[in-house]
């Protein structure tokens, strides 16, 4: 189906991808009906394979995002937003997204990684509806984002971390399931102001001055309880939320 003869697509399942073309890579995604992230993460790892890999790298931290990006989501008062990294490090945030994900603030300080709090802290199976699905989410896009970028170094550390700690973390990665998460629907079950159901957009910062981190975007129905939620939180500080038992 591909065009490609058995003992060729033997050696690239093997890792084997020097000289493999983009058309012959997407003729395999083709025959094997890949969606859209899936096919990204067979280019990732293709590239990976046929590259010299680049010496491990740090990621980038809390001091690389620019005092512009900071005013930006400081002047987005009425939507909770923060700018992540590739292993799901809160990077930067305003209020509200500080308000909204308090618990997830609450136990690991002024900038926490969402995938070691899912997998790591009892509180993420209240405060995410549904939380198997959610973990399952989880992994599957930080795979994704592990094949991206191959040689991040905390990334690695970070798996590594959690495939000792988690059971349910080691089970979902043993699937290799890969998943972008650039918009949808998150839910909450907020301590302060209980479910609230919200959609999400994420979207890249500019590749020049922000290679690799992403700002995301949470936003209500107007007049929906979420809504209403949201504009109830408005009016809190992240360290009142804490002293209300977060």
Same mark, same amino acid.
């Given at each position: ?14 890792? *084997?991808? %020097? ?5 012959? /890579? ?13 096919? =990204? ?11 010299? +890999?680049?010496?491990? =790298? ?11 990006? !900071? ?5 987005? %008062? ?8 590739? +292993?799901? $490090?809160?990077?930067?945030? *305003? $209020? ?19 995938? +070691?709090?899912?997998?790591?802290? $009892?509180?993420?199976? $209240? ?7 959610? &973990? ?19 990334? *690695? ?6 495939? %000792? ?5 080691? =089970?979902?990665?043993?699937? !290799?399931?890969?998943?972008? !998460? ?7 079950? !907020? ?41 109830? /939180?408005?009016?809190? %500080? &992240? ?8």
């Amino acid at each position: 189906l591909a065009g490609v003869s058995i003992e060729w697509y033997v050696r690239l399942e093997k890792g *084997n991808a %020097t000289g493999v073309s983009d058309d012959v /890579l997407n003729a395999v995604a083709t025959a094997l009906l890949l969606d859209e992230a899936e096919r =990204r993460h067979l280019f990732d790892l293709a590239r990976a394979g046929a590259t010299r +890999r680049s010496p491990a =790298r740090p990621t980038r931290s809390a001091g690389a995002v620019r005092p512009s990006v !900071h005013r930006i989501l400081d002047a987005m %008062t009425a939507a909770p937003a923060f700018v992540r990294n590739s +292993r799901q $490090d809160m990077l930067a945030s *305003n $209020d509200l997204a500080r308000a909204l994900y308090a618990p997830v603030f609450a136990s690991q300080g002024e900038q926490p990684n969402l995938v +070691r709090f899912c997998f790591l802290d $009892d509180r993420a199976a $209240d405060f995410y509806p549904g939380w198997e699905s959610v &973990a399952r989410q989880t992994a599957a896009v930080l795979r994704s984002e592990t094949g991206h970028q191959p040689g991040d170094r905390e990334t *690695n550390e970070l798996v590594g971390e959690l495939a %000792t700690r988690s059971e349910h973390f080691r =089970r979902y990665w043993a699937e !290799h399931d890969v998943r972008l !998460h650039t918009t949808g629907t998150k839910r909450f079950q !907020h301590p302060v102001v209980g479910y609230l159901e919200v959609g999400f957009d994420s979207l890249p910062l500019p590749a020049e001055a922000d290679s690799g981190l992403v700002l995301t975007c949470l936003t209500a129905e107007p007049g929906s309880a979420a809504d209403d939620a949201l504009s109830l /939180l408005a009016s809190w %500080t &992240a360290p009142a939320v804490e002293r209300s038992g977060t």
